[in-house]
């Protein structure tokens, strides 16, 4: 079954900083890697998503991801965090096309990033 | 497009209690998702359609849970009778190609049984 760790279940960095959240997926291929983002009482926005190619994804908000395989990791990362990012990230991995699971997505238990000013 | 939009966004009822909770996918989205958020479980898929078919209710947690959805523009999920442990956040998501494609999310409604 796939799943996906989170490691840091909550993150505080001052503006201007730069950040990386940690994804870890257990799956026994590649599989599909997303991130999103939920700002206090609002639906998820999808941040990022991976497929295949590239390994290093950009993704809306100046947020971008890397694709390790050797690691099983997606982690997220930004140069320069503002004040807006403040809010509780997941990952998610969804798998491949052809099994009983394709469709659904497993989302990490999330890391909340708190900015300084 | 006004995006998924639920209803209502906040239900406060009594255990034993039957609840509806209401969903309006994006137009041309072909898969909906019935998600729900909890501090202890995370965010967990509970149902999902294609085409207005269940295809995975696999995340359903009792028979008391039960979700339709009669037309390609509205779902629900019903919970009959509520209980306490029933409090979260249920969200719904739509997407028009499953797998790789983006689920564009609801904001939720929040429930709480008392």
């Known amino acids: 079954a796939q799943s996906v760790t989170q490691p840091d279940i909550h993150i505080t960095v001052s503006e201007g900083a730069s950040l990386e959240l940690r994804c870890n997926y257990s799956y026994g291929a590649t599989p599909y890697l997303f991130w999103y983002v939920q700002s206090p009482g609002q639906g998820l926005q999808l941040l990022l998503k991976y497929f295949s190619g590239d390994t290093l994804v950009q993704g809306i908000k100046g947020f971008e991801a890397e694709f390790k395989r050797s690691q099983s990791s997606f982690n997220l990362r930004k140069p320069s965090v503002h004040w807006s990012d403040a809010a509780e990230y997941f990952c998610a991995v969804g798998a491949l096309p052809g099994g009983t699971s394709y469709g659904k997505l497993t989302f990490g238990q999330g890391t909340i990033l708190t900015v300084h000013p | 497009d006004a995006g998924v939009i639920q209803s209502p966004r906040h239900e406060v009822t009594e255990m034993g209690q039957e609840v509806t909770l209401r969903c309006k996918p994006i137009?041309?989205?072909?898969?909906l998702f019935w998600y729900r958020q909890t501090m202890m479980r995370g965010l967990e898929l509970l149902i999902y359609f294609n085409n207005n078919v269940p295809i995975d209710d696999s995340g359903m947690p009792e028979d008391r849970f039960s979700a339709k959805m009669p037309n390609a523009s509205f779902s629900t999920l019903k919970i009959q009778p509520s209980e306490p442990r029933d409090s979260a956040v249920y969200f719904c998501a739509s997407s028009h190609r499953q797998g790789t494609d983006t689920q564009y999310f609801g904001p939720g409604t929040r429930l709480t049984v008392l």
């Open positions: 137009s041309g989205h072909d898969y």
